[in-house]
């Protein structure tokens, strides 16, 4: 493995305060909150959090605004998205800059996330002209029976720090169009990117003569989250992260009847078939598993090889883990940067020390890097564990570029090993049976809320719904119908006939 030079604090400073000036946002001083980078694992700025009567304000203002957006049309609303998302496009360079320094992703894959929100933009626009309800067959004369979609009220979204930006971007544009406004509260981890996205919103917001309060930003701990999480007048919370999390936040909205949308962890698979293309199965499973860093919740982070291919396939693997650069995710060749923090580096060789004491196998990476050059920053070796069975650590979702490789003999028998964890996210089958591959994606096959064929686990396009079951939480973001989450149907009953008339035949006066 390749590693690259290293990046100085002072310098990630001074680009991103460039960044950050070219978007339009000067650095708010403060303490209490610390912008950092997981390049170097050294703080930038402080800044300052916001507090419960922020929140409280926050709701007051986004609440005053959705009394007026909710009525202004669809179409004029996705101007306001239209224009978000060419500001993006125009700043693309520097919003990407600021998610690789506080984020620790390569360059391709920072501008990756910042594209997805420009397609997320474009998405919402055509959808502003798109939010369908049904007419219905009346089983009375002389009536109409229809379906309409209203804005539903506030959205508190709560993003995660590995997708800081993109997470934002769909809740936020879809939320828009259908006549919501949005309060963000994003992880403590990515500040910097938060504020550019806030800034570049509350222009659009100006330029198309829209409120700038269909947009607040609340930078700060779990409190604030908390306070959106508790408020009756908050209508959807919308929560990106752990199932811990999830399992919090979903019972304390729902005990106030109000609705949560739940993206929470995966423990995602691959099966791959003797008939497999290796070399599209290697391409797909390297950037699945260790790209990221192993930080999307679409990781692969399982992966089910039939047992005539497993020798070879795991050799090759290896070969590929032995050579991927990583470092400075600055450096056009360097595929693997940092992980978030040493927490992360930390609770990474924790998953490795339990898998190890219940037989796993090292077979390629593991080690860390880089420890004398940024001694408070954490590069890894993705990693490459054989385990004989599906126990004990191999069931969890470790955020870290942990690959677990398990073998098997029928397809039924992968299935069931695919489907044997809590988690239900993404999935995957490369083969070029094309039976195996329907069974996979039947609904016996993959339990999950995204199975593909041929193609890794992660990387999904904005263009389908985004989200999973069972310890996933349920929820669907971005595209084909997710949209339906951000409104409230209302069905309208209108007897234009001068007949009165009750369904189910029902006489009465
Ligand atoms: C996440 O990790 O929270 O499918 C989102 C993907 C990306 C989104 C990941 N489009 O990997």
Not at 60 to 81: K, M
Not at 412 to 435: C, K, P, W, Y
């Amino acid at each position: 493995m390749t590693s690259t030079a290293q990046p100085i604090t002072d310098d990630l400073r001074t680009s991103a305060r460039a960044a950050l000036r070219n978007i339009g946002v000067t650095v708010p001083k403060g303490g209490d909150l610390h912008a950092r980078t997981p390049l170097t694992g050294e703080r930038l700025f402080g800044l300052t959090a916001a507090t419960e009567a922020d929140a409280e304000e926050a709701v007051d203002a986004t609440r005053a605004a959705f009394l007026t957006w909710r009525t202004t049309p669809a179409p004029r609303r996705g101007e306001l998205v239209r224009r978000l998302g060419e500001l993006l496009s125009e700043h693309k360079s520097d919003l990407a800059d600021l998610v690789t320094i506080e984020a620790g992703k390569i360059r391709s894959e920072a501008l990756g996330e910042i594209q997805e929100m420009i397609d997320i933009c474009d998405f919402a626009v055509g959808l502003s002209r798109q939010l369908y309800g049904r007419t219905i067959a009346s089983e009375r004369p002389g009536h109409r029976l229809a379906e309409t979609w209203h804005p539903l009220g506030v959205v508190g979204v709560i993003s995660a720090f590995n997708f800081p930006a993109a997470v934002w971007s769909w809740n936020t544009a879809v939320a828009l169009v259908c006549g919501d406004t949005v309060i963000w509260k994003p992880s403590e981890l990515t500040p910097l990117i938060s504020l550019a996205c806030d800034h570049l919103l509350a222009r659009a917001a100006d330029e198309v003569g829209a409120s700038r309060d269909v947009h607040r930003l609340l930078l700060g701990d779990r409190v604030v989250g908390e306070r959106l999480v508790d408020d009756p007048r908050v209508a959807l919370v919308s929560a990106t992260g752990s199932t811990r999390m999830g399992r919090e936040v979903g019972p304390r909205v729902a005990a106030r009847f109000g609705r949560s949308l739940l993206e929470l962890g995966g423990n995602n698979a691959a099966i791959v078939a003797p008939s497999a293309d290796l070399d599209l199965a290697i391409q797909g499973i390297v950037f699945a598993a260790a790209g990221t860093a192993g930080q999307r919740c679409t990781t692969l982070r399982r992966l089910i090889i039939h047992r005539d291919i497993a020798d070879t396939l795991v050799e090759r693997l290896t070969a590929a883990y032995d050579k991927l650069p990583i470092g400075n995710p600055f450096d056009d060749t360097t595929l693997v940067g940092p992980l978030i923090s040493m927490t992360a580096l930390d609770a990474m060789n924790s998953a490795l020390a339990r898998v190890q004491a219940q037989g796993g196998k090292i077979l390629a990476g593991g080690k860390r890097r880089l420890s004398e050059e940024a001694p408070a920053a954490a590069y890894v070796e993705p990693v490459l564990v054989r385990v004989d069975e599906q126990s004990g650590v191999v069931r969890e979702e470790t955020f870290a570029p942990i690959l677990y490789v398990l073998t098997y003999d029928t397809l039924d028998e992968a299935i069931a090993l695919h489907n044997d964890v809590s988690q239900g996210l993404s999935s995957s089958i490369f083969t070029r049976d094309q039976q195996e591959a329907e069974i996979f994606l039947s609904a016996a096959g993959s339990d999950c809320g995204i199975a593909n064929v041929n193609v890794g686990t992660s990387g999904a396009e904005i263009g389908g719904a985004f989200g999973g079951e069972k310890d996933t939480g349920g929820g669907r973001e971005s595209g084909s119908d997710a949209w339906k989450a951000y409104m409230r149907p209302a069905t309208n009953t209108v007897n234009y006939s001068s007949e009165p008339a009750l369904a189910q035949g029902v006489s009465f006066l």
